[in-house]
């Protein structure tokens, strides 16, 4: 079965500190790979996503993330984070045959001022 | 675009009352999902609709729970009859089909529910 693991539960780093984010799936089809981000009080929306070509993805807010087949995993990087990045971060798997997403628990970074 | 709609925003209810989540999608998308939060388990996928028809229930975590979706714009979540252990908070997704597929999801603003 599907699945997506999230290493890291809590993250808690000072402003300007460099970010990376765990995620690894277990799925051995083609599949589409997301991140997604719930800023406090705020609902999920997408940050970046890769489905296809270049295994670097370029999101919004200065972040990216490297699919690596080998390794199944999908990271997600910011070099310098702010304070307002403070939020949970999701990562999502999902493949063209069910075209239903499988969510990760969740990181939630916490970036000190 | 309004985006996804849900409502009610929050919603406390008594242990064994029914409780019903409506959810509008954005227009001209072709998939809904339901998914529920909580601290413990994250997010969960619940159930997710193509064109109307329920395609996947198997996240739906029993009986109680029920998920229907009369017309393209209109999707219900209904709990009856709700427990304590249902409090979480219940977000609606929509998606298009694209080509190439990219199943990106755009998430309604949730429903916070709270079963005493």
């Known amino acids: 079965a599907q699945s997506v693991s999230q290493h890291n539960h809590h993250v808690i780093l000072s402003e300007a500190a460099s970010l990376e984010l765990g995620c690894n799936y277990s799925?051995?089809?083609?599949?589409?790979l997301f991140w997604y981000v719930q800023y406090p009080g705020q609902h999920l929306q997408l940050l970046l996503k890769y489905f296809s070509g270049d295994p670097l993805v370029k999101g919004i807010k200065g972040f990216e993330a490297e699919f690596i087949k080998s390794k199944f995993s999908f990271n997600l990087r910011k070099p310098s984070v702010q304070w307002s990045d403070t939020a949970e971060y999701f990562c999502?798997?999902?493949?063209?045959?069910?075209?239903?997403?499988?969510f990760g628990t969740g990181t939630r970074l916490k970036v000190l001022a | 675009d309004a985006g996804v709609i849900q409502s009610p925003r929050h919603e406390v209810t008594e242990m064994g009352q029914e409780v019903t989540l409506r959810c509008k999608p954005i227009s001209g998308h072709d998939y809904l999902f339901w998914y529920r939060q909580t601290m413990m388990r994250g997010l969960e996928l619940l159930i997710y609709?193509?064109?109307?028809?329920?395609?996947?229930d198997s996240g739906m975590p029993e009986d109680r729970f029920s998920a229907k979706m009369p017309n393209a714009s209109f999707s219900t979540l209904k709990i009856q009859p709700s427990e304590p252990r249902d409090s979480a908070v219940y977000f609606c997704?929509?998606?298009?089909?694209?080509?190439?597929?990219?199943?990106?999801?755009?998430f309604g603003p949730g429903t916070r529910l709270t079963v005493l």
């Open positions: 609709f193509n064109n109307n028809v329920p395609i996947d």
């Open positions: 997704a929509s998606s298009v089909r694209q080509r190439p597929s990219t199943d990106t999801q755009y």
């Open positions: 999502a798997v999902s493949n063209s045959g069910t075209y239903k997403s499988i």
């Open positions: 799925y051995g089809g083609t599949v589409n």
